[in-house]
């Protein structure tokens, strides 16, 4: 068993200690915006924040992130408040199948705390995330209305 902390809420998950988080969050709290898509690191469609870093869930262990505040696409509004990340999202028509969109946001969400007016270096530097219906200029754009507003 371990205690997860995700989106203010402690959670008492009966897993392996190596279990990648990812699996935790889906299969075990059943938190299913977050997803699958290589598993190697390299896609971005997992990612969360940790403690308010970005990180690939798929390829960190549950052990690593136990007492630390795990935030989900589920936990990034606030008060049913959205995002900025997600209202710009929406804004700009940045989603297609949607399918990489949460783990996109979840790292936009996390350069634009860093670094509130990005450059398209900074963008292309930080944002590594696949997107297979290449919605890359409309993230681009809705990055640089935030920064903008
Ligand atoms: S599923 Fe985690 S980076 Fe691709
Ligand atoms: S919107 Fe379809 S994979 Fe990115």
């Known amino acids: 068993m371990a205690a997860l902390k995700i989106n203010g809420k402690t959670q008492e998950v009966d897993v392996d200690p190596n279990t990648p988080l990812l699996w935790a969050i889906r299969e075990n709290v059943g938190l299913t915006g977050t997803k699958y898509g290589c598993g190697i690191a390299q896609c971005g469609a997992c990612t969360v924040h940790v403690d308010g870093v970005a990180m690939r869930s798929c390829s960190v262990p549950v052990s690593a992130v136990v007492g630390k505040e795990i935030t989900t ?35 936009v969400a996390e350069l634009i705390k860093n670094k509130p007016k990005p450059t398209d270096a900074d963008i292309d530097a930080t944002i590594t995330n696949i997107c297979r219906c290449g919605t890359f200029q409309q993230v681009r754009a809705a990055i640089h209305s935030i920064a903008s507003a």
Do not use: F, R, T
């Open 73 to 107: 696409i589920e936990g990034l509004a606030q008060n049913g408040v959205l995002h900025k990340v997600q209202k710009a999202w929406i804004d700009n028509d940045v989603p297609q199948c949607g399918y990489c969109q949460s783990g996109m946001i979840m790292a």
